[in-house]
Nanobody, 131 residues
Framework: QVKLVESGGDLVQPGGSLRLSCAPS??????????IGWFRQAPGREREGVSC??????????YYSDSVKGRFTIIRDNDNNAVYLQMDSLTPEDTGIYYC????????????????????WGQGTQVTVSS
């Protein structure tokens, strides 16, 4: 079973930037060939897909939701065994708990923003955008 850990959440002012990290809980487990999706959930709202990136050997595509396109960048760093979500030009609407996840079947392929197609989730990291 894959266990993921998110980090990097913080309180930031509107217009600011944050970089979130997703890494395996066991360093011996390589994320390189696994698709990683980023999701967020605001209070009182359903979890929504933000971005994903395919596994290195299977699928080099990326996906961004319309609400973050042009502001967020998903980055795979195989040297450090992590996937980052670089978030720029943040607005209060970006506030929420951010999760990373990976699918169990066809684990190398990005599944877009479909929550149901991801099986292994981290515990989440809080992002608050407020002045």
């Amino acid at each position: 079973q894959v266990k993921l850990v998110e980090s990097g959440g913080d309180l930031v002012q509107p217009g600011g930037s944050l970089r979130l990290s997703c890494a395996p809980s066991m360093s011996a487990f390589s994320l390189a060939d696994f698709a990683i999706g980023w999701f967020r959930q605001a209070p009182g709202r359903e979890r929504e897909g933000v971005s994903c990136i395919g596994g290195t050997q299977y699928d080099r595509t990326t996906y961004y939701s319309d609400s973050v396109k042009g502001r967020f960048t998903i980055i795979r760093d195989n040297d450090n065994n992590a996937v980052y979500l670089q978030m720029d030009s943040l607005t209060p609407e970006d506030t929420g708990i951010y999760y990373c996840a990976t699918p169990r079947s066809e684990w190398g392929f990005c599944k877009g923003g479909s929550v149901d197609q991801y099986d292994y989730w981290g515990q989440g990291t809080q992002v608050t955008v407020s002045s």
